[in-house]
């Protein structure tokens, strides 16, 4: 009983705590040994944001470092980018948490205390065409089970993996978010465009728009004469945009991935809605990924360093 | 010699005065009545900078309009629009020379002088999409000529067409042009880019792009990691940018064209040089058309005004 108190009570050896920093979030996780959530800090102090990177850290997770002196402390994200705190080379494909355990990069804060970063993940395709991605390979990690599985992590630089028995084999990352946003906000499109409300009609309708012939750059000038000759109220144009981008990101990613019959989608709760929303539009059926992931991963790669 | 000297000099009615007045720029015309251009004044007065659009036709035209009193005056393009000077109803497809030449919208300027504006076309497919155009009917009618034609009007807004005997049927629009722009300027893929001096090599590796699995978003991601990877120097990621975007123009086109063997490409030299080099590398065969487009059409539809 006592023994078991201690390893998991404070100062004992078996929590981590584990940070998911991104260019424009930072989440932080304190974990017991079955990476359960024991505690968590959540701020918008992504990595463009902030400039010194120690601080930011110790200022949000100081009290947890002091309380746990042997927690091992891990970092994925873009903070182990070259604009983050310690650059961390890719690991390549396919990796699953052995590789990827095997190459965090190490570091010492300034107070001294042993801290690693989280590789992220590099893939060349046959054609010779590199793809990247940093922060996600944890929460692939923390969603794979046996088997194969199709994932999606929707976002500015959507991720579609493909994962056999927790080994990422491929990946590929479709611009949708920042599409979007550029077409919203920087081109003609935008003009007619009065709010973002989800109209779930004008999404269908876009990605129905997305099967036709002519492609994205034509679909687009949909939003345009949709507004232009009224047949769709100027504070549903946005919602139209976004099934076209989300339909063709879908179609273009069941090219990549051939037969996928269901589609794990991972990431916030308004987006997943979404993107499960165009998935069935486009007969695919999905399942919701749990809340956490990279929590989830943090942890099962803690399981996996060796000290 | 004396009649024939009138009708064509000084005083006579066989000239034309002829205004293509886009977004950005304004181009007029004198021309003889077989549309020969005796006289042109360009300038970047285009509909969106200037504010008071008989004093700009005026000063730039006004001295053609003194000295041919009887001269028909036809202005193309966005001065019909909404927001232009006169906003003109959209002539729908298939429509030729004859069908717009029936739906021109007469004015009188505060001096008095009648002019007439050239309408837009729309298409519906069968879809129930419309497209629409303002000026580029124009420079189509222009060059038209007997049988099936295709022709690519590159620019901001793309436009496609397929004429018939001089009557264009159906036409689709391609947002390439804003597409890049926003693409280079507002997203990350413009970080890695310096200056965008052509790279043909780094233009073809992007229209080879276009044709593998993943489609336009994801292709996009190959600028990123282009650049991040050192496969191409910073200054020919705008090249590898271009060669993705109009590799999927064209791709796209194909399909909605079907069979098209013979592209004729009508627009500004260098932009049509870039088109000739997209077409070329995707097995298409090009012919450029003359250049003065809009005048020709100017002059063919003031042939068949009825005054």
């Known amino acids: 009983m006592t023994a078991v108190k201690q ?38 102090d992504g990595i463009l944001s902030v400039e010194d990177f120690d601080a930011c850290f110790e200022n949000h997770c100081g009290l947890w470092v002091d309380s746990y002196p042997r927690a091992p402390i891990l970092l994925s994200g873009m903070i182990g980018s070259r604009q983050g705190w310690v650059e961390v080379p890719y690991c390549p ?18 107070r001294g205390r042993q801290i690693a970063f989280v590789p992220g993940l590099s893939w060349r395709s046959t054609s010779g065409a590199d793809d990247v991605m940093r922060g996600e390979e944890t929460q692939i990690i923390g969603v794979s089970g046996a088997g194969r599985q199709v994932m999606v992590l929707p976002g500015s630089h959507s991720k579609w993996v493909e994962v056999v028995d927790g080994r990422i084999l491929r ?61 769709w109220p100027a504070e549903s144009l946005s919602s139209l945009l976004s099934g076209i981008a989300i339909g063709h990101e879908i179609r273009g990613a069941r090219d ?52």
Chains 1, 2 share one sequence.
């Open 7 to 44: 390893s998991t009570g404070p100062r004992g050896s078996k929590q981590l705590i584990g940070v998911d920093w991104g260019t424009t979030s930072f989440r932080a996780y304190l974990m017991d040994e079955r990476g359960r959530v024991l505690d968590r800090r959540e701020a918008a």
């Open 93 to 110: 494909c396919p990796a699953g948490a052995e590789e990827i355990a095997a190459r965090l990069t190490r570091h010492a804060t300034s």
């Open 171 to 231: 990946f590929a990352t479709f611009l949708t978010g920042e599409f979007f946003a550029a077409m919203s906000k920087h081109t003609i499109l935008g003009r007619l465009m009065t709010g973002d409300a989800h109209d779930a009609r004008a999404f269908e309708a876009g990605i129905a728009a997305s099967a036709e012939a002519g492609g994205l750059l034509h679909h687009l000038f949909r939003v345009r004469t949709g507004g232009l000759f009224s047949r």
């Open 256 to 307: 990549f991935f051939g037969g996928a019959e269901r589609v794990l989608v991972v990431g916030g709760a308004t987006l997943a809605a979404r993107y499960a929303e165009a998935l069935a539009v486009l007969g695919l059926s999905t399942e919701t990924g749990p809340p956490d992931a990279a929590a989830r991963g943090l942890a099962r790669l803690a399981e996996r360093m060796t000290s």
